[in-house]
């Protein structure tokens, strides 16, 4: 069966720190993966998707960026944080090419102090 | 650009009564549609979902009915319990993008 994991489930940052969170995922190949992010009181904000190695499409310019380094491996990350990047990260996943749910991954909170 | 939207930001149900969650979207390209719900510093479940090719989809106490006319949806829980208690988000999709409401919190009172 396919897992997602995510990591680390909490973590505080100061201001201008750097940011690196991972996402693995198994049981599967190719599948898309997202990175989401829900603020404090709103919605799931779509940040990134890939469908494929090297292939990421950014949906919100902001000082984050992300990375799929091997096929079931997503990676988000910032060189400088802002306070305006707390909150809830989500990783997600799902099989390329079909219409099918979204798996979560269990999130990331992310303070920025 | 809120291509998905959740108007009730709560709402509150007794138990063993009926509790119906809205939404709207704007997209009309959207040809996939699911409700997921979540636990607070949880990731989000996956519930129920619908085609466009259909107006009904039920899995046990979950209805969802989809208006494409409308661009409306809707789930229906019967009867609610109190362990529905959580936020339900609705969401859109066409191929890769899935798109996401601001969420309802469900409260179901004993």
């Known amino acids: 069966s396919q897992t997602i994991h995510q990591w680390p489930a909490t973590l505080v940052q100061p201001v201008g720190s750097p940011l690196s969170l991972e996402c693995t995922v198994e049981g599967t190949s190719n599948p898309n993966l997202y990175w989401y992010r829900q603020a404090a009181g709103r919605g799931l904000q779509l940040l990134f998707y890939?469908?494929?190695?090297?292939?990421i499409s950014s949906e919100v310019p902001q000082n984050l960026s992300a990375s799929r380094p091997q096929d079931r491996q997503f990676i988000l990350s910032s060189k400088k944080l802002l306070l305006s990047d707390s909150g809830f990260y989500l990783c997600?996943?799902?099989?390329?090419?079909?219409?099918?749910?979204?798996?979560f991954g269990n999130g990331t909170r992310l303070t920025v102090t | 650009d809120q291509q998905v939207k959740q108007n009730s930001p709560s709402l509150s149900v007794q138990e063993g009564r009926i509790s119906i969650l809205n939404c709207d979207y704007t997209n009309s390209m959207f040809d996939y549609f699911l409700w997921y719900k979540k636990y607070p510093a949880e990731g989000p479940t996956f519930l129920i979902s619908i085609s466009s090719i259909k107006d009904k989809n039920e899995d046990g106490r979950f209805t969802v009915f989809l208006n494409k006319s409308a661009k409306h949806l809707s789930l229906h829980i019967v009867p609610s319990q109190p362990g529905d208690s959580a936020v339900y988000f609705c969401?859109?999709?066409?191929?890769?993008?899935?798109?996401f409401g601001a969420g309802t919190r469900l409260t179901v009172k004993p």
């Open positions: 890939s469908i494929g190695i090297d292939q």
């Open positions: 997600a996943w799902k099989p390329g090419g079909e219409a099918s749910p979204l798996h």
């Open positions: 969401a859109a999709s066409v191929g890769w993008d899935m798109r």
